[in-house]
């Protein structure tokens, strides 16, 4: 197949686009910088229409948005918050501008979006079918959502609902390491919060899954089918790395180092995956113990208090 990942050079994409390649697909990675990193680049500006880039969409067979900015890499002032929402939503309009335009539309559209989209729950379970919630995050993958959702009359649409996807090297997993070297890792805030996590591999596993499945449309949570507490989180990470995890950090503290941001901490989803689950997807990593134990089987060593990741 031909496949088309829009934000593929990042912590989901590299992987991602790794395996598809491995598969034995033909990937192009949409990227906004003007000098490709890899042979496999097109240079696009994803304003909220389809460019002299969108050529690459026409006669795809997939194409997979994973665009827009780091959610937790700042701040959430009143401008990044409005750089967050835009930077996911010119790249989707532009890629279902694109979609709108071939003469032959790619068979399915995977749309990332996260589990912020329920917004905060206690300890229910929190499935596909739950609403949305109205917080910043969940108003994004609201809007986020919608736009891609407008591709659904030329093309199947499959949104990726994403928790913390688990990997050493990067994402909500590389922050949670830093404390965990100081010895002073442990729970957030109550520590009673949900953290839906999955094992990056899984979610790879996932969005090929999505690629290939027919019937596979609408939204789809990516996450393992165990969720745990942020202090069982807490608990296991100490225990794979062999550190301490005792010191909570209160959420007033996590308040003022974060801002409004803090909230994504301190606040969770019990979110399970019913809907992968129910059309036969099957995880590796349903348990966040194995989980870890894989990811620092051989990628991770802890050496005069300092992490080294080794891939
Ligand atoms: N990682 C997670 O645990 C997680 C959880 C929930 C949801 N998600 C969502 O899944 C998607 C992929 O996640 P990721 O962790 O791979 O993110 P990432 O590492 O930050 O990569 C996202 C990519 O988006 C592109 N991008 C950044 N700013 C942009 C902008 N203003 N306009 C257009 N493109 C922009 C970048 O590609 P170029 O610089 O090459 O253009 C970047 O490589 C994101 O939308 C994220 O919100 C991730």
């Not at 202090?231 to 308040?255: C, I, N, Q, Y």
């Not at 979110?271 to 997807?281: D, I, K, Q, S, Y």
Request: glycine share 10%.
């Amino acid at each position: 197949m031909k496949i088309v990942v829009a934000g593929g050079s990042g912590f989901l994409g590299e992987p991602l686009r790794v395996a598809l390649r491995a598969d034995g697909h033909t990937v192009a990675n949409l990227t906004r910088n003007t000098t490709p990193r890899a042979p496999d680049d097109i240079t696009w500006t994803p304003d909220g229409t389809a460019g002299a880039w969108a050529e690459v969409v026409d006669g795809a067979d997939a194409v997979v948005n994973l665009a827009g900015e780091g959610i937790a890499d700042q701040r959430w002032s009143a401008s990044r918050k409005q750089s967050l929402l835009v930077s996911r939503l010119l790249p989707t309009r532009s890629l279902v501008a694109a979609c709108a335009r071939a003469t032959r539309p790619p068979r399915v559209l995977v749309s990332a979006s996260g589990v912020g989209f329920y917004g905060p729950h206690g300890d229910e379970i929190v499935t596909e079918a739950t609403p949305a919630g109205d917080d910043f995050l969940a108003n994004v993958c609201v809007e986020w959502e919608q736009a891609a959702e407008q591709a659904s009359t030329v093309t199947r649409v499959a949104l990726v609902r994403t928790g913390l996807a688990l990997h050493p090297g990067g994402g909500a997993l590389a922050q949670l390491l830093v404390p965990f070297r100081f010895g002073v890792g442990g729970p957030q805030g109550s520590g009673n919060q949900f953290m839906p996590w999955i094992h990056r591999d899984d979610w790879v596993d996932l969005v090929r899954w999505l690629i290939s499945e027919s019937a596979a449309r609408g939204a789809f949570n990516a996450t393992a089918p165990e969720p745990v507490t942020n202090r069982e989180f807490a608990r296991a990470l100490g225990h794979a790395l062999g550190r301490p995890a005792l010191l909570p950090v209160p959420a007033f503290g996590l308040r003022m180092l974060l801002g409004e941001m803090s909230e994504m901490l301190v606040t969770g989803q019990r979110a399970v995956p019913a809907r992968a689950l129910e059309m036969g997807f099957r995880f590796k990593f349903t348990r966040l113990d194995e989980a870890l134990a894989d990811l620092f089987s051989s990628k991770i060593k802890i050496k005069n208090s300092k992490i080294q990741t080794l891939s």
